[in-house]
């Protein structure tokens, strides 16, 4: 609003959502528009690096946290603390990782900004798990296997923080949408994410310090049972049920290119095959559910 013209003008403001899944009836045609307006995925490294600020940065990574999920599910103050983020890729584990921590890696982008001391925690040991060993390359102090979020919290409580960053990769949702043996309980695993942020904030305002926490996702789940998805092609095999690896074209198709390989993403709702029936939901596509994850910021104190 200009406030020189706001007295003799009329003042339209508009509280209008655009980031539901209605999102998903103009996604793939309006892919160019949507990439130019929102923050992109492959933006995060310079944009956390750049909004560094504070004695002690942490960022924590969650394998599979749609937009969707954490809306329907987090509370208001950690809502007003995010802002969407698309994943401009194909909106699987190991690609949108790798685009979340960048090359060079957050690590080391904020060691050059002074922040020399670095922290990391991981489900996956580093030298057993190539993906790890990338996305936790800089960290200078070691990457701690942990089995739980309270073994993080403790470790926290006596690390040397100030002027460091800590980076967290833990589990999501992801773990729920394949081959998991009951309904997935959705909710519960949010708030869980939701209570660790909190107990996560509640340690760093007991030390002496400033800090900022990010919070970020990989990508988001398609839910079978909340949407109508439809078969593209022969539904036969194995495959991924969201993206081809290769060169193809097509008009519910989006073509990728990651790392010199190129992909095809599916759009919404279509998926390659039949799914199994312990196959909760699907990701790697591109629809509003799996490629716009969360960015939440929160400052302490």
């Not at 690096?49 to 924590?60: P, Q, W």
């Not at 060993?133 to 409580?157: M, N, Q, S, W």
């Not at 030390?207 to 092609?233: C, N, S």
């Not at 599916?266 to 490629?291: C, M, N, Q, T």
């Amino acid at each position: 609003v200009d406030e020189r013209f706001a007295h003799r003008l009329p003042t339209i403001r508009c509280d209008h959502d655009p980031f539901t899944t209605e999102l998903n009836r103009i996604l793939l045609a309006k892919l160019d528009w949507v990439k130019r307006w929102v923050l992109c995925q492959s933006q995060l490294p310079e944009v956390i690096s750049n909004r560094a600020e504070s004695d002690c940065v942490v960022l924590i990574i969650v394998d599979g946290l749609g937009l969707a999920d954490w809306k329907r599910y987090a509370p208001d103050d950690f809502l007003v603390a995010t802002e969407p983020c698309f994943v401009d890729g194909i909106s699987i584990t190991e690609h949108g990782m790798k685009r979340i921590v960048g090359a060079p890696t957050i690590a080391l982008r904020l060691a050059e900004r002074g922040y020399e001391r670095s922290f990391g925690f991981s489900y996956w040991e580093r030298a057993e798990n190539e993906l790890t060993d990338r996305l936790f390359f800089g960290i200078t102090e070691g990457v701690r296997k942990v089995r739980h979020f309270g073994e993080v919290l403790k470790a926290l409580e006596r690390l040397p923080l100030e002027g460091s960053f800590v980076q967290i990769v833990r589990q999501g949702l992801d773990q729920l949408s394949h081959r998991h043996r009951d309904r997935p309980d959705i909710v519960a695993t949010v708030k869980t994410i939701v209570n660790e942020l909190a107990q996560l904030t509640e340690c760093l305002k007991k030390r002496p310090m400033t800090a900022q926490v990010f919070l970020t996702a990989d990508h988001g789940i398609l839910w079978r049972d909340e949407h109508k998805l439809r078969l593209y092609g022969a539904g036969e095999g194995s495959v991924p049920p969201r993206y081809y690896e290769g060169l193809l074209g097509g008009e519910v198709l989006w073509r990728v290119e990651f790392e010199g390989n190129d992909y095809a993403a599916l759009a919404y709702p279509f998926i390659r095959r039949k799914l199994r029936s312990d196959e909760w939901g699907v990701h790697g596509g591109l629809s509003f559910e799996e490629s716009f994850v969360p960015l939440v910021k929160l400052t302490v104190p």
